[in-house]
């Protein structure tokens, strides 16, 4: 048996369109311009610690507010607005049926990212999640694969399937496990020095890789994207 450990924002669930959703209804609660709800948008795209983009974002709108009461709102509200789609999940039970363990290893907040895994159902699909305020490591520092695969009681050996070539292809890399880049635009990749082991459009189109792949190296093919 080999584990396969799952990125969670934009790979198990669409972070960027939750975010969206909850910068419109921010927006609204405080009034702000159009393009003031755009701004705050985009920088809740940032791959950065939200406890940094919410104390800039904040002041820059010279709100009635604090940045940490606007970012524990935030991690209040997501569970209720990320969505995992049923293909992705059905790929899920699959792969567990396939004798693989499966893990979730997410960078954020405990309540938040925990709370989306909850709430999306996540939690009966997976066989553990590491979050890294919890292991006190972010991706793609190899302390939170460790710490996943420690948990899981499985060596480190397998798959890292996410949507970031930084944290989830570098860092998969890193300890040596095969990744899949979830991705429809390989442009990014000319800008990155790092080869990842397959490509994938989604969640349900990696698991389909890996059931045919295996874990081994020989023949891997890249579904269409
Ligand atoms: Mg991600």
Same mark, same amino acid.
């Given at each position: 048996?080999?584990?396969? @450990?799952?990125? $969670?924002?934009?790979?198990?669930? +669409?972070? #960027? &369109? %939750?975010?969206?959703?909850?910068?419109? *209804?921010?927006?609204?609660?405080?009034?702000?311009?159009?393009?003031?709800?755009?701004?705050?948008?985009?920088?809740?795209?940032?791959?950065?610690?939200?406890?940094?983009?919410?104390?800039?974002?904040?002041?820059?709108?010279?709100?009635?507010?604090?940045?940490?009461?606007?970012?524990?709102?935030?991690?209040?509200? @997501?569970?209720? $607005?990320?969505?995992?789609?049923? +293909?992705? #999940? &059905? %790929?899920?039970?699959?792969?567990?049926? *396939?004798?693989?363990?499966?893990?979730?290893?997410?960078?954020?907040?405990?309540?938040?990212?925990?709370?989306?895994?909850?709430?999306?159902?996540?939690?009966?699909?997976?066989?553990?999640?590491?979050?890294?305020?919890?292991?006190?490591?972010?991706?793609?520092?190899?302390?939170?694969?460790?710490?996943?695969?420690?948990?899981?009681?499985?060596?480190?050996?397998?798959?890292?399937?996410?949507?970031?070539?930084?944290?989830?292809?570098?860092?998969?890399?890193?300890?040596?496990?095969?990744?899949?880049?979830?991705?429809?635009?390989?442009?990014?990749?000319?800008?990155?020095?790092?080869?990842?082991?397959?490509?994938?459009?989604?969640?349900?189109?990696?698991?389909?890789?890996?059931?045919?792949?295996?874990?081994?190296?020989?023949?891997?093919?890249?579904?269409?994207?």
């Amino acid at each position: 048996m080999a584990l396969i @450990m799952f990125d $969670l924002d934009d790979t198990l669930v +669409d972070q #960027k &369109a %939750a975010a969206q959703m909850w910068a419109t *209804e921010f927006a609204d609660d405080w009034n702000l311009t159009a393009d003031q709800a755009m701004h705050l948008a985009d920088a809740l795209d940032d791959r950065r610690p939200k406890d940094e983009v919410f104390a800039r974002v904040i002041s820059e709108f010279s709100l009635a507010l604090t940045a940490d009461d606007a970012w524990r709102a935030y991690r209040n509200r @997501m569970p209720e $607005l990320v969505r995992c789609s049923d +293909d992705d #999940k &059905a %790929a899920l039970d699959v792969l567990r049926s *396939e004798g693989w363990k499966l893990g979730i290893v997410t960078n954020g907040m405990r309540d938040n990212q925990e709370g989306k895994i909850r709430a999306t159902g996540l939690d009966r699909l997976v066989d553990g999640w590491a979050i890294s305020s919890v292991v006190g490591a972010r991706k793609p520092d190899p302390q939170i694969f460790e710490s996943m695969s420690r948990q899981l009681g499985e060596p480190l050996s397998g798959w890292v399937v996410g949507d970031s070539l930084e944290m989830d292809v570098i860092g998969g890399s890193r300890v040596g496990l095969n990744t899949i880049w979830l991705t429809t635009d390989v442009t990014e990749l000319a800008r990155h020095d790092v080869e990842p082991t397959l490509i994938a459009p989604t969640v349900a189109s990696a698991a389909r890789s890996i059931v045919s792949n295996g874990n081994g190296q020989s023949g891997l093919r890249n579904e269409p994207i």
